[in-house]
């Protein structure tokens, strides 16, 4: 086993780094039983009350699962909330490359697959999205907030229109980050905002049932933030 000890002040914080790793390396394989609570704890160094609580929150966190006299268990081969929150520190030019990813394909399904009520759901959240622009700011933050949620309304509704289940869940898990990348749009002046008329483009071609048209639209949606971010990206490069 290729754990080492610990010395470091955060134990439990770094307990749950050393097992977290050790799944993830696949050292530790889904539905193997992990060692016992003193074995763990006297490999790294620590107490077995530090070893339990990191157990603790790696189960919470759907990592690790402990079964009623059978052991610990690992669950799944990575740690979810650990995941996400990678995903928060990615740059914000990956998380929007990832969302375009995502939205691309969702857009190309739910011109296919779309139902009536999809199509309201879509065509409310756009509604919506406009006549939110046209509010006058009476707090600034607060306004800008809900704009940026009535956005992620019309993206989701999208998603939902796919009717494509794990494509459903894996853009709600990645929400978050979609949620900032719109909001980065938003606070950053440099960076371009996607117009109303690029989302009525978008909403458009899916109701004319063109998958290519639809995915066109998305591209374009967020064609001017990418090429932006890629541009500062390259600029500070070339600055090193």
């Known amino acids: ?3 080492a000890r610990i010395h470091k002040e955060t134990l439990v914080e770094s307990v749950i780094a050393q097992l977290r790793a050790t799944v993830e ?8 039983r992990i060692p016992v609570e003193s074995l763990l704890a006297e490999r790294l160094g620590v107490s077995r009350n530090t070893v339990r609580e990191a157990v603790r929150v790696l189960v ?21 909330a650990e995941t996400l929150r990678r995903i928060g520190r990615a740059g914000l030019l990956e998380r929007v490359e990832v969302r375009l990813t995502l939205e691309v394909e969702a857009a190309r399904l739910a011109s296919l697959r779309h139902t009536d009520q999809d199509r309201a759901a879509m065509r409310a ?9 046209a509010t006058e700011p009476a707090n600034q933050k607060d306004l800008l907030e809900s704009f940026i949620e009535i956005d992620a309304r019309f993206h989701g509704a999208v998603v939902e229109a796919a009717h494509n289940s794990a ?24 960076l371009p ?8 483009a978008l909403y458009n071609a899916i109701v004319a ?9 998305t591209r374009q949606l967020l064609a001017g933030t990418i090429a932006a971010l890629s541009k500062v990206n390259n600029d500070g490069a070339d600055r090193l």
């Open 25 to 32: 390396s696949g050292e530790w394989r889904v539905d193997e």
């Open 193 to 200: 905002v996607p117009s109303h008329a690029d989302h009525e």
């Open 125 to 133: 959240a756009l509604d919506h999205r406009l006549a939110h622009r």
């Open 1 to 3: 086993m290729s754990l």
């Open 209 to 217: 049932q063109d998958p290519d048209a639809a995915a066109l639209a």
């Open 167 to 190: 494509l459903t869940d894996l853009y709600r898990y990645f929400a978050s980050a979609t949620i900032d990348t719109i909001r980065q749009t938003e606070i950053d002046q440099a």
């Open 60 to 80: 919470h966190a759907g990592l690790l699962d402990t079964r009623q006299g059978a052991g610990t268990f690992v669950r799944a081969a990575i740690d979810p």
